[in-house]
């Protein structure tokens, strides 16, 4: 790197650092105000709350607001930069506003990297640690069941002939009933399984145990019916999947996310665009950092009057805008038909284009 590149690449991070630092003190000082009441319910000790809950909800913050971290702090150091005529020093040394731009496309792909990593890997973990307090003292809903609380039925899909439904299952003592099950072939019933109850057992590995069960195989005219007392099965489900968590997608690390829309897929899952949205923002959040950065880049290198605060007044709108696009997408995805890799990327795609409408018109 040339001196240039490294001033540029040293202002970018130490200024991007020093603002998610001071970010994220401002996000928790303001989470401890709202979750006061929540901590002394708990009884959780000091300690307790600063490393089960806060070393997860920093994470959570700033992979959160990630890309409109790297925006604000593009255009606030590009912007004092073109303040002091430096930019116009550089072009004016003969350097090109491609070439100028480099250092800035570097960093920025080296930032995209770390988020792309850490959403992948390790944010999910700490978002077990955060949703358990959420879930658990926030919105007091340790126990939620789709069963018992939200329909008297729950009906998924095994297989892509095999159906199942099961009734009144308790997510702590894992077990419910009546369980019935039913195989198609050509439209066409060939085998149906009833079981008073069935109990989730973990010894000599983790299967289903099945009570008072009633199997019929059919073929055609000629039906065979068999009673057992007790029956093990190995289901492709297991009791998580029959608690309805609303932070479930997030929990799960890129692996266990391919793993789990597979096998919503397979079962005919009504909640999948909420799992395929979250795998694809995992990929489009991390191209989103680029594409802010060369926004930020184009929009402070002009200098006018007004300096940085009407840089960063047009930065916030941007990002404003930004936010309502990706949040308006989702739940177009996850509550109605809208594509979820469009929904994830539709964000990315329109800024792209301004991006690029932005350089062209750019003074070079």
Avoid: C
């Avoid at 694809?280 to 680029?290: C, E, Q």
């Amino acid at each position: 790197m040339k001196k240039i590149d490294q001033y540029i690449v040293k202002k970018f991070l130490t200024t991007f650092f020093f603002s998610i630092f001071l970010f994220t003190i401002i996000a928790v000082v303001i989470d401890i105000g709202e979750k006061t009441d929540n901590f002394v319910e708990s009884g959780w000790s000091v300690y307790k709350i600063i490393t089960d809950y806060y070393f997860s909800f920093i994470p959570h913050i700033i992979a959160l607001l990630f890309p409109l971290f790297v925006f604000i702090t593009v255009i606030f150091f590009t912007s004092k930069m073109a303040g002091r005529s430096e930019i116009v020093a550089i072009l004016a040394s003969g350097t090109s506003f491609k070439r100028f731009l480099r250092p800035f496309f570097f960093t920025g792909l080296l930032l995209a990297v770390l988020l792309g990593v850490s959403a992948s890997f390790i944010v999910p973990k700490a978002e077990i640690k955060r949703t358990y307090f959420e879930d658990v003292y926030v919105h007091g809903n340790s126990n939620y069941d789709k069963l018992v609380k939200k329909a008297p039925m729950l009906y998924f899909k095994i297989d892509s002939f095999t159906y199942a439904g099961i009734r009144n299952f308790n997510e702590v003592i894992k077990s419910g009933g009546p369980f019935f099950m039913y195989r198609i072939k050509n439209n066409r019933a060939t085998y149906n399984l009833r079981a008073n109850t069935i109990k989730w057992d973990t010894t000599g590995g983790a299967h289903w145990q099945l009570e008072g069960v009633h199997e019929r195989t059919i073929n055609g005219l000629d039906e065979k019916v068999t009673i057992i007392s007790s029956k093990r099965m190995n289901f492709n489900f297991d009791p998580s999947d029959l608690k309805d968590d609303d932070y479930a997608e997030v929990k799960l690390t890129t692996p266990e996310l391919m793993h789990k829309i597979k096998l919503e897929q397979l079962r005919g899952g009504e909640d999948i665009n909420a799992f395929k949205i979250e795998f694809y923002r995992r990929f489009a959040t991390p191209f989103s950092v680029l594409i802010l950065t060369m926004i930020g880049v184009v929009i402070a290198s002009r200098k006018v009057r007004g300096g940085s605060g009407a840089h960063l007044a047009l930065g916030f709108v941007s990002a404003a805008i930004f936010i309502l696009m990706d949040r308006f997408s989702t739940i177009f995805s996850t509550k109605g038909n809208f594509p979820p890799l469009i929904a994830a990327w539709l964000p990315n795609i329109v800024f792209a284009l301004v991006a690029i409408y932005l350089y062209r018109k750019a003074p070079k």
